[in-house]
């Protein structure tokens, strides 16, 4: 910032008055240089922010510095390509998630010869591209400081102070919303391979597998019934998977086939088989609603956890149907 908006002291809000300045962040100092990851999501997300024109003017804000929603938004797309947290930032017409960010409020005490201590609140709402559906938010607090001995300019203490709070509100939000299972349907990487698979032969790919890959397809393919156990006082649930073809994908051995609730359509499914430590065949899909399915084959029986959202763990077991 030149002119007059790069001195401080006493007099520093009269001076932004006269030259009818604002104090903005840098953006790289909002960006987190390192992230807390629990799982990375294959799909593309788009980015909405707003309420930074008003966040400054809430009780306790000014009207001498603020945080634009244009500037928060770009930290926010620099940081999630750093965290590897979505495949990439895309427009809305190409998204599968949108982040929603509200700005709701950016207190900063006036200016003084010790620490500069900032406070920005903010609403994020994770939500479908497709159906609008909420999948994830939370109301966000973080402060951010600046002492004196650091940066002597009251204005350089200020942009810092309020870019450290904004790096630490984006940093918490990208480690939650790497803790939720997100829908299957949104996942592009198993979309694609759903996608490559239906498109050939359903004779369970065998000319493109190892031996050892159609060892596999001969154990898991046909249907599977099975219950989902829901706890004490509750009824189990039935299910049935239907595993119809199986196919390599970027050197991954994919499944495509059904999930069937009864009542209801059943859900196509794209599942990873991969190995377990003892060399069983492991089974991982999203069945729908933040719902995961984690399988091995064992005994010849299907056993393993379904994870919901809500953090319940139920058992799931299912029996080939001869």
Request: proline fraction near 5%.
């Amino acid at each position: 910032m030149t002119g007059p908006c790069r001195g401080w002291g006493a007099l520093i809000l009269l001076a932004l008055i006269l030259a009818g300045c604002a104090l903005t962040p840098e953006r790289g100092d909002m960006v987190p240089p390192t992230y807390k990851i629990k799982e990375r999501h294959q799909g593309t997300v788009q980015i909405q922010v707003s309420g930074g024109q008003e966040a400054s003017r809430q009780p306790g804000g000014g009207i001498h510095w603020n945080l634009p929603d244009e500037l928060f938004a770009e930290a926010l797309a620099e940081a999630l390509t750093k965290s590897g947290l979505f495949t990439r930032v895309a427009s809305a017409r190409e998204a599968d998630f949108r982040i929603q960010v509200t700005l709701k409020r950016l207190f900063l005490p006036p200016g003084s010869l010790g620490e500069m201590e900032s406070q920005l609140a903010a609403l994020w709402v994770l939500k479908d591209a497709k159906s609008d559906e909420v999948l994830w938010q939370d109301f966000i607090v973080t402060t951010g400081l600046t002492s004196f001995s650091e940066a002597p300019s009251g204005a350089t203490r200020i942009k810092r102070s309020m870019a450290r709070a904004a790096n630490s509100n984006i940093f918490r939000a990208i480690h939650e919303i790497s803790l939720e299972s997100l829908p299957e349907h949104e996942n592009l990487a198993q979309t694609r391979a759903a996608s490559t698979i239906a498109s050939r032969p359903r004779d369970g790919g065998a000319s493109e597998l190892t031996d050892k890959q159609r060892a596999v397809a001969a154990q898991l393919m046909g249907t599977w019934q099975g219950i989902v156990k829901r706890g004490p006082g509750r009824s189990d649930a039935k299910r049935t998977l239907v595993i119809r073809s199986l196919a390599t994908e970027n050197g991954k051995l994919i499944a495509l086939g059904d999930y069937v609730n009864p009542g209801r359509a059943s859900r196509p499914v794209a599942i990873r088989v991969e190995e377990e430590e003892d060399g069983a065949p492991r089974l991982i899909f999203n069945a729908g609603g933040g719902s995961r399915i984690r399988l091995a084959l064992r005994d010849k029986r299907l056993t393993g956890v379904s994870e919901l959202r809500s953090s319940e763990v139920q058992e799931v077991q299912f029996d080939r149907v001869e």
